[in-house]
C-alpha cells in the first residue's frame, strides 16, 4: 500500500493549486482518504478529511477555500486549493485508511507518512 503526493511548488498569494495522491497496491473507492500538512517548526495537522459519504473534517483555516475529492477510476484524489495564503506554506501529505475518525484526522495520526510535497506561498 503507497501513497504518492505531488503537485506542489511555489506560488504567489491568491493563487490556486490542485495537489494530487496517487495510490497503488490497494483499490481507493472504498477508503476514507485525508489531506495534512507540516508548517516549518510546528506539528502536522490535518487540513481536510473525507469518506464515502462526506467530509469527517475540515479545518477552519482553509474552510471555503479548500477542497477534497478523489477519482476512483485512477486512485487518485486531490487537493484543490483556492486563495493560497503565506499562511498555507507546508508540506502537505496524504493518507488513505479503511477508516479515518475526526480525532485522527485532526491530530494527523496515522502510522506513517510518505514524502509529502511542499508548497511555499510567498510573492
Known amino acids: 500500500v503507497q501513497l504518492q503526493a505531488s503537485g506542489g511548488g511555489l506560488v504567489q498569494p491568491g493563487a490556486f493549486l490542485r495537489l494530487s495522491c496517487a495510490a497503488s497496491?490497494?483499490?481507493?473507492?472504498?477508503?476514507?482518504i485525508g489531506w495534512f500538512r507540516q508548517a516549518p517548526g510546528k506539528e502536522r495537522e490535518g487540513v481536510l478529511c473525507?469518506?464515502?459519504?462526506?467530509?469527517?473534517y475540515s479545518a477552519d483555516s482553509v474552510k471555503d477555500r479548500f477542497t477534497i475529492f478523489r477519482d476512483n477510476a485512477k486512485d487518485t484524489f486531490y487537493l484543490e486549493m483556492n486563495s493560497l495564503k503565506a499562511e498555507d506554506t507546508a508540506r502537505y501529505y496524504c493518507?488513505?485508511?479503511?477508516?479515518?475518525?475526526?480525532?485522527?484526522?485532526?491530530?494527523?495520526?496515522?502510522?506513517?507518512w510518505g514524502q509529502g510535497t511542499l508548497v511555499t506561498v510567498s510573492s
Open positions: 473525507r469518506d464515502r459519504w462526506g467530509i469527517i
Open positions: 497496491g490497494f483499490t481507493l473507492d472504498s477508503y476514507a
Open positions: 493518507a488513505a485508511e479503511p477508516f479515518i475518525s475526526v480525532a485522527a484526522c485532526i491530530r494527523a495520526d496515522f502510522p506513517s
